[in-house]
T-cell receptor, first 114, second 118 residues
Framework: EPEVTQTPSHQVTQMGQEVILRCVPI?????FYWYRQILGQKVEFLVS????????KSEIFDDQFSVERPDGSNFTLKIRSTKLEDSAMYFC????????????FGDGTRLSIL | AQTVTQSQPEMSVQEAETVTLSCTYD???????LFWYKQPPSRQMILVIR??????QNATENRFSVNFQKAAKSFSLKISDSQLGDAAMYFC???????????????FGKGTRLHILP
């Protein structure tokens, strides 16, 4: 069964540094998402992306965050200047059709900010 | 705004027994989808079961079934014949059906940690 692939599985970064989290959605999917989960807390929506533009973003997704689909297969989340509170598990998800199709999640990237 | 509430932070069940995890939600929409996701210690997010709000019949996937009470806005998950591999965090989740303004994000509850006792 096709999978959403995220790399790296664990990223350790110094505070203030830029980090890029990478995702390869399922190949025929058109809708892409990022969520994050701070340790011990619930999963929170960050941003959705369709047709090469952001569809919706949460209040968490401030100017430090950006997303990009640089080619036909990758979907990236960039954090420009990381803060300690950015430490979390970041999940990428994709779906092929909006609405009744479930979003398929990747295994997540654990981001640790030192 | 839509909300999802899971009032049981932790639950335990004896292996082979049945357990029910509770979830309530709030929405003003008439068309939406509800999900249960499982997150084992590896922290993957695994879709367990989903329910379309327009369907009256409760969804079932092998040992997993739901009790969907639309009027009460309740969506509980029943796990029959519990197995050690069922131990995980379980998240109840909501998603709009009608994609107004492209609002198709998933809203998660805080989760219920399920322990399986051998």
């Amino acid at each position: 069964e096709p999978e959403v692939t995220q790399t790296p599985s664990h990223q350790v970064t110094q505070m203030g540094q830029e980090v890029i989290l990478r995702c390869v959605p399922i190949s025929n999917h058109l809708y892409f998402y990022w969520y994050r989960q701070i340790l011990g807390q619930k999963v929170e929506f960050l941003v959705s992306f369709y047709n090469n533009e952001i569809s919706e973003k949460s209040e968490i997704f401030d100017d430090q965050f950006s997303v990009e689909r640089p080619d036909g297969s990758n979907f990236t989340l960039k954090i420009r200047s990381t803060k300690l509170e950015d430490s979390a598990m970041y999940f990428c998800a994709s779906s092929d059709v909006a609405g009744n199709q479930p979003q398929h999640f990747g295994d997540g990237t654990r981001l640790s900010i030192l | 705004a839509q909300t999802v509430t899971q009032s049981q932070p932790e639950m335990s069940v004896q292996e082979a027994e049945t357990v029910t995890l509770s979830c309530t939600y709030d929405t003003s929409e008439s068309d939406y989808y509800l999900f249960w996701y499982k997150q084992p210690p590896s922290r993957q997010m695994i879709l367990v079961i989903r329910q379309e709000a327009y369907k009256q019949q409760n969804a079932t996937e092998n040992r997993f079934s739901v009790n969907f009470q639309k009027a009460a806005k309740s969506f509980s998950l029943k796990i029959s014949d519990s197995q050690l591999g069922d131990a995980a965090m379980y998240f109840c989740a909501y998603r709009n059906g009608l994609i107004m303004n492209r609002d198709d994000k998933i809203i998660f509850g805080k989760g219920t940690r399920l322990h399986i006792l051998p």
